[in-house]
């Protein structure tokens, strides 16, 4: 029986999805083997149980079976190599009515903590009927919780998600907009501009392929004017020497770019993990405080959990997690000038090859019409180069907003959250009335 003292009278209806306001969060944490240790109010009403039939209890008390196994495989491999996730889980509460929630789950404290937000984007529809055929393939094909986990990987890849992470960090990030638009509140700044910073990371992918992509053009067009050379002049002639000059100069640049810009010695294939590292932790914390803001504002019995206790270890771990994020975005910063610095020492380069590339048009001049098409060689230098330092404009450009970006966002660390995504639509009215 349900503890009436503690029960909001709150109507539940006998069939369907169980009452889980929009803006509402909550939290559970087990040991080690998935016994429930803990929660919040919100769970418990949620879920509908005592007090009394939770804590103890494993954690499938609440498993809805709709949810496939292979969900369950990657969420605890995850967990058990002492790692995050974020997953959409549906559960079910004991008088049999369902709840879907974004569940962000954590290693604490020799066991594990999960904190959950109601999901409204529209991409919760895409999980439902993915969930429906992992569950169809594992029910009527024998598939193992391995094999229909990696199904969902695969699924997710031509879905555009390079991995189950970037899905999970992009989902989390999807529902928390969702969320504050749901509600009429302006998008969480960090979630925002971490978003704006990944797709930066992404244009400064591009620009740099296509620097990438016109090395390899300077480094074949010398070749073309070496073979015009031994055709206009005799061995060793200044044509055949600039083109050497030319070729070596445009081929030690590449190389540099590839060494210090994009190289195995880079960072710079970091810079998109980074941002999304931080945009996760940053988002996770986010829940955690609110969770804790949940118990301030509660103010009611947990049974036998120790309500100072619970709130400490909330808020210890979206500190720890804030300064994760803080790390991981400082790394960008870093990553992000460095990158900057490199293209100045590019377009120093660039300054030598464009002397070798004008002598190269006097000596075509002075040929005249023997020049057998070297002007038209060294005209597809220019437009190479000019092409170059295009591409070097707009990754100094992209540079300078990643890191007015990541500015913004370690200064967001501290600010302020909206009530109604605190406690929820409901207590938020009803603290405001109070």
Same mark, same amino acid.
């Given at each position: ?5 503690n029960q909001r009278q709150e ?8 009452? +889980? ?5 909550? $939290? ?7 016994? &429930?240790q803990s929660g919040n109010y ?10 009394e039939e939770l804590i103890g ?37 004991? !008088? ?6 974004? =569940?962000?789950? %954590? @290693?604490?404290?020799?066991? +594990? ?5 109601? @999901? ?10 993915? $969930? ?18 990696? +199904? ?9 998600? /390079? ?22 509140? @302006? ?9 704006? %910073? ?10 740099? !392929? ?16 070496? &073979? ?20 070596? %100069? ?14 195995? !010695? ?11 590292? =931080? ?32 709130? /400490? ?7 720890? $997690? ?18 900057? =610095? ?39 230098? =220019? ?9 070097? !404009?707009?990754?100094?450009?992209? &540079? ?35």
């Amino acid at each position: 029986m349900i503890d009436q003292k503690n029960q909001r009278q709150e109507p539940r209806p006998r069939s369907g999805e169980a009452p +889980f306001n929009i803006g509402e969060v909550f $939290y559970s944490r087990t040991d080690d083997r998935g016994i &429930i240790q803990s929660g919040n109010y919100v769970f418990r009403r949620v879920a509908h149980f005592d007090w009394e039939e939770l804590i103890g209890a494993p954690h499938k008390v609440i498993r809805h079976p709709d949810m496939p196994k292979g969900v369950f495989h990657l969420f605890w491999d995850q967990l058990k190599r002492g790692k995050m996730i974020g997953a959409y889980v549906k559960n079910r509460s004991k !008088d049999g009515l369902y709840y879907w929630v974004f =569940a962000v789950a %954590m @290693p604490w404290q020799g066991g +594990f903590l999960s904190a959950r937000i109601k @999901p409204t984007s529209a991409r919760l529809e895409q999980v439902k009927r993915l $969930y429906a055929k992992m569950l169809d393939r594992e029910q009527t094909g024998e598939v193992s919780p391995e094999a229909s986990a990696q +199904f969902l990987i695969t699924e997710l890849g031509s879905m555009g998600f /390079e991995s189950y992470e970037d899905f999970a960090t992009d989902s989390l990030a999807e529902e928390l907009l969702s969320e504050a638009r749901n509600l009429g509140l @302006p998008p969480i700044a960090r979630v925002q501009l971490s978003r704006g %910073m990944l797709e930066k990371a992404e244009e400064l992918r591009a620009h740099t !392929d296509g620097l990438s992509s016109e090395f390899e053009t300077l480094s074949g067009i010398p070749i073309n004017m070496q &073979i015009r050379a031994t055709r206009l002049e005799n061995k060793g002639g200044p044509i055949m020497t600039l083109a050497q000059t030319y070729g070596e %100069m445009s081929q030690q640049l590449s190389e540099w770019f590839a060494k210090n810009v994009v190289g195995a !010695d880079s960072n710079f294939s970091r810079i998109s993990d980074n941002i999304k590292e =931080a945009l996760f932790l940053n988002s996770a914390a986010g829940i955690l405080h609110r969770c804790n803001a949940q118990l301030q504002a509660e103010r009611r019995d947990l049974g036998t959990v120790d309500l100072k206790e619970e709130r /400490e270890g909330l808020v210890k771990l979206a500190d720890r $997690y804030i300064r994760q994020a803080q790390d991981s975005t400082n790394a960008v910063v870093i990553e992000a000038e460095r990158i900057r =610095a490199a293209c100045k020492e590019m377009r120093r380069s660039l300054l030598a090859l464009d002397t070798v590339r004008v002598t190269c048009n006097i000596e075509n001049a002075r040929l005249g019409n023997r020049s057998d098409g070297l002007g038209d060689i060294v005209a597809s230098l =220019a437009e190479t180069q000019a092409s170059v330092a295009a591409n070097l !404009d707009q990754i100094e450009t992209t &540079i300078t907003k990643v890191i007015a970006q990541a500015d913004a966002i370690r200064s967001q660390n501290n600010e302020e959250t909206s009530p109604v995504l605190l406690y929820g639509e409901k207590m938020a009215r009803a603290l405001q009335s109070a």
